[in-house]
């Protein structure tokens, strides 16, 4: 496991970039072919995400996705037309098995963060677990997180950070949260994009403010982070999960130049 200290960043950060959930078999294999042609021109280590079930929805009547089979289905595809490595969430140990067959990185999503048998069959997997940190937890409290894992044998793992609960229908960002869990030795992310929900601000759907994902991003690189999670989509109103927080496709390239010269620049 990486220890990184606080003060110095990893030699580059990766991204995890992909839309909230699939929506069809030509979006994604669209996403993930601008992604991985735009971070190979970049020199940035990608991993492809999508979700096939968003279930942790605000109204029962919202989209969640094409589902197990027909999700992983499409993923295992894009990880071979594209060569990228894929990551997916898993809300439940019986999704484990048959995802682990497919995807290089299983998602804690961060209702289930402190799940015992869900992050133990994770570990068990024998893919890398990366973990929500719940919008309830202090920075430290993902030390106990961390421990089932390596319990488990799992030392493939990171935390995402991905905001506090800030009153109602608000996150906040606390970056002192960053350095802190990198000192104590894990690897962490940033998640630019659910930083800025607005959970359930909207009534039956969760709202959020695009506009600060890339300040919050320009914020966590410049603290020293190991990777950046990023939600996008070419039209992200048009998506149905979490367009208000999704940065626009065609916007990934700017910032994530933006984002080299931070980086390069904090650890010179």
Do not use: W
């Not at 993923?75 to 990551?87: D, F, Q, R």
């Amino acid at each position: 496991m990486n220890k990184n200290p606080p003060s110095s960043p990893a030699k580059t950060f990766f991204l995890i970039a992909g839309p909230c959930v699939i929506e069809s078999e030509a979006l994604t294999f669209s996403i993930a072919k601008h992604l991985v042609e735009l971070t190979g021109d970049l020199g940035i280590p990608f991993v492809f995400k999508a979700s096939f079930d968003k279930a942790n929805r605000t109204s029962g009547k919202s989209f969640r996705g094409p589902g197990l089979a027909q999700g992983l289905k499409i993923l295992a595809a894009v990880k071979k037309k594209h060569g990228c490595p894929v990551l997916t969430d898993i809300h439940e140990t019986a999704q484990i098995k048959t995802a682990a067959k497919v995807v290089d990185i299983l998602q804690i999503p961060a209702f289930l963060c402190r799940q015992t048998d869900l992050l133990l069959a994770a570990a068990r997997s024998g893919r890398g677990v990366n973990i929500k940190k719940g919008q309830f937890l202090a920075p430290d409290d993902v030390d106990n997180i961390g421990a089932k894992l390596r319990a488990a044998g799992c030392e493939d793992y990171y935390i995402t950070e991905r905001g506090t609960t800030f009153g109602y229908h608000n996150l906040v960002v606390d970056m002192r949260s960053l350095p802190q869990m990198r000192q104590a030795g894990h690897r962490v992310i940033f998640d630019a994009t659910h930083s800025v929900q607005r959970p359930g601000g909207n009534g039956t759907s969760t709202g959020g403010d695009r506009s600060m994902a890339p300040v919050l991003a320009r914020a966590a690189v410049a603290a020293g982070i190991d990777g950046l999670f990023i939600e996008t989509h070419p039209q992200p109103d048009q998506s149905p999960s979490d367009g208000a927080n999704m940065i626009p496709l065609a916007q990934m390239e700017g910032l994530l130049r933006t984002l080299k010269i931070i980086h390069e620049a904090s650890r010179s």
